[in-house]
């Protein structure tokens, strides 16, 4: 396991299509009571750059690029992104032992030592989906399985659903592994195209350590403010 900085226990997702709206959405935030997550459509529109200003304004960020190719693809992709200053990185589970070794070396071969973390099953999935892509054991025992798989080789935890964030809890015993959990929507939220979700409070009781949250809190008139409801749901948790 890396040496790694403690993770925000909230991160919001910048699922912006336009670059130019994440600075004034920033700004309304604080980076002492949130991170910053950074996925594809983001990171394509905004590149590097974008993730290097958001590192500069404080923010501790997860770069939410679920790398998935060759060993060595990945390896150097992963030391790309310590390259930025990011808090938190992930790869898909499913692209395999030795994958994840590459990225486990990159990740502690570097300066910044960012926690690394694996895929297991997204939130969008569930049985049914899993079957039509040829997986047929338990939606359960596949994350268990694949989660087993990234501890073997060293990754600090995993992105995965809040229903199965005490599962994992068992599987990564580190005194504080990064069990990373999206699909959360405060209560009276819409489901969006999540199909296994927690509320906040759920999510932490159940054993995640950071949430990840974004339409709730992007496309609300007070960003900050639901900010502030979900850490006080939070804390009243503990």
Sequence with gaps: ???????????????FADPKLVEPFVDQLNPGECGLKVGKELFTRGGPDLVRRLVQQGFPVFLDLKFHDIPHTVEQACKAACDLGVRLVNVHAM???????????????????????????????????????????????????????????????????????????????????????????????ALDDQSRVMTPSEAIFAGATSLVVGRPITRAPNPAGVVSDI????ASSD
């Design 1 to 15: 396991m890396s040496e790694t900085a403690p993770q925000p226990q909230l991160y919001v997702a910048l699922d």
């Design 95 to 189: 692209g395999g032992r030795a994958m994840m070794a590459a990225a486990r070396r990159a990740v502690s071969e570097s300066s910044g030592s960012p926690a690394l973390i694996a895929v297991t099953v997204l939130t969008s999935m569930n049985q049914s989906a899993l079957a039509e892509v040829g997986v047929t054991r338990p939606l359960a025992e596949q994350v268990s399985m694949l989660a087993r798989l990234a501890q073997e080789e060293g990754l600090d935890g995993v992105v995965c659903s809040a229903l199965e964030a005490h599962a994992m809890r068992r599987i990564f015993t580190q005194p504080v592994p990064a069990i990373v959990t999206p699909g959360i929507r405060p209560s009276g939220a």
């Design 231 to 234: 850490l006080a749901s939070i």
